[in-house]
């Protein structure tokens, strides 16, 4: 019998794998060389030698395919950060965050619970406090947390766009809309919360 969570956390990878796409090696992404969203410090850290020469460089960043970034999501995005002990309607939009920002999912998970008005310490880590925490705040605002969680994730893009100019091409596209940081956070987000174009131009009016 197929384990439906696991079918559904597959699935949640492959559309975070398309989402990210092919091989980048861009100066401005601190990440460095990525395919499918598997960083080349990443995959340092697991010791995906895939080319077999001993070292693990662009080479085999080059190398990796969709199936293996899968794998490594679903082991080191989701399983062993305990995403799966979230809430369910969460757990999409936190193992997204999580493979594009690391434990900053967490901490922006962390600080709307602060916000909610519970006492939760701010440290990128889901252990049982967290877990509960979390499951309280669902019970109280099943219908808002996903939405509001949605919205913190662009509030950071945009924090982290206002601080780094160079981080700003992933925020606005190169026609001046939003772009890819903030359709991804959007994407999580029910369409009445999505800013208008005109909103967008106003929130981003402070870099030109």
């Known amino acids: 019998m197929v384990d439906q969570r696991k079918q559904n956390v597959r699935a949640i990878a492959q559309e975070i794998v398309s989402r990210e796409g092919g091989y980048v090696n861009d100066p401005d992404d601190p990440g460095g060389a990525t395919k499918h969203g598997v960083t080349i410090h990443t995959m340092r850290r697991l010791g995906l030698d895939l080319t077999g020469d001993g070292h693990v460089t662009q080479a085999d960043v080059q190398r990796l395919t969709q199936e293996q970034a899968v794998e490594i999501f679903i082991d080191h995005y989701f399983a062993r950060p305990r995403i799966a002990d979230l809430p369910q309607p969460l757990q999409a939009t936190v193992f997204d965050m999580y493979v594009n920002a690391g434990a900053n999912a967490v901490k922006i998970l962390q600080r709307l619970l602060g916000k909610m008005g519970y006492a ?26 996903v939405d509001a969680y949605g919205i913190e994730r662009r509030n950071y893009y945009f924090d982290l766009a206002d601080r780094r100019p160079a981080s700003r091409k992933y925020a606005r596209s190169r026609a001046g809309g939003k772009g890819g940081w903030i359709t991804r956070a959007e994407a999580f987000i029910d369409a009445r919360y999505h800013l208008t174009p005109a909103a967008f131009q106003q929130r981003i009016s402070v870099w030109d």
């Open 120 to 145: 939760v310490a701010v440290d990128g880590a889901i252990g049982p406090k967290t877990i509960a925490t979390t499951a309280r705040a669902h019970a109280s605002a099943p219908d808002h947390i």
